[in-house]
């Protein structure tokens, strides 16, 4: 099999990326776009020793649950990988993924729960989007799948229509004046579902934007619920998105959005779920499984801005929130105030040493709630957990890959008890997984 052949195969399985799986001749191709049941005219992109990757040039026969992508660039943008299969063949890949690495990894037959999203498009209140800026031209866009390409575009369907609107009208601004801004790298937008309020950062290689003043008034008149102009400088030349120095241009420095009954307080830096709507799911999921009482300490890793911990607090004694970002633990404190909640007290350090500390202090806690990043926990907090024995352990993960690792290593202390899903981000191949732990 070489590069640029073109083979017949048919899709049996996928992988964890949505690619099918496919087999021609006893060599496994992976198989972009296609769906489990098709069969497919297939041009071979990439051959390693162990397998290919193709795309499809033409389909002989298609998926019952095969639709067309709503967005004209979804299968070549690295943002969306599934906008081609329909709703319930979206929740059956991601329910069906994380059933078969439970099964692998941890020998479990699951059939767990999927909170599905009624209408999932234009769902994310928060997007960043890199701008190329040349002599001539000025073009945003989210990157080719793999690539640093600009992949212009005038309407994402995941994001909110607002952003779709502030990002032409930058563009259409600059077009129409002889300057450009050259320091211009990404603009990213927040946005409070809960109450309209908007919040544009511009992130720039500079202290300011060329009619920066002009660009403001008009964003401003254009958009009333625009609350507050940021300018974050970042001089780095790697993928980091955010520098250090925020400049608050025009009106506040944060929003307000709201979960549940709970206010938030949300600032350029702070890490909020972009998918509101599905938040108020997981976290409802998370805190039902937990079944708090009144007499429970609760401690909550990796708190961000104390989402979840404010949410456990009025059914619970006291919730410790951890978080190793000053920002975002400073965001917490003023969302207590906010919410007038007074059981919740805050540690900014690492998760491990935060959990050693609170065993030092002899403090008994009885549910731990973790919510880590992608990579899962690391080995020096998931030891100072076990050396901690809360008697549950409710752990959310945005990756079940690195779930079943780190639950593999709990099992020998811990019985899983419980599993449901959460489809925070219709359209992509990601899923939230909440998993309840009670102590042997």
Known sequence: MNKNDIISVAASDYNEQAYAVC??????????????????????????????????????????????????????????????????????FKKNHVVSLFKRNLNMEIDPVIHGMEDPWFYRNKTQVPFDITKRTIDYGFYRSHTHDILPFTTCYIQSDDSNTILFDIKTFYDASAIKPTGLRTVLIKKAFSNGQLMVVFVSRKDSLPNQKQLIEELQQKHPMIKSFVLNINTREDNVILGDRYIVLSGQSNITDQLSDLKFEISAASFFQVNPIQAEKLYASALDMAKLKSTDIVMDLYCGIGTIALMAASKVKAVIGVEIVADSIEDAKRNATLNNITNVSWMCMDAAKAVDTIIENKTKVSVLIVDPPRKGLDESSRNAILKLKPKKIVYVSCDPGTLVRDLKIFSESYTIEHVELTDMFPQTVHVETVCLMKIK
Do not use: T, W
């Open 23 to 92: 087999k021609h001749e006893g060599f496994v191709v992976f198989v972009k776009d296609m769906m489990i049941g098709e069969v497919a005219e297939v041009r071979i992109e990439k051959v390693s020793e162990r397998h290919a990757y193709g795309r499809i040039h033409s389909l002989i026969e298609s998926s019952v649950n095969r639709i067309n992508p709503r967005c004209p660039i979804a299968s070549k943008c690295g943002g969306c990988q599934i906008q081609h299969m329909d709703p319930q063949a979206q929740l059956k």
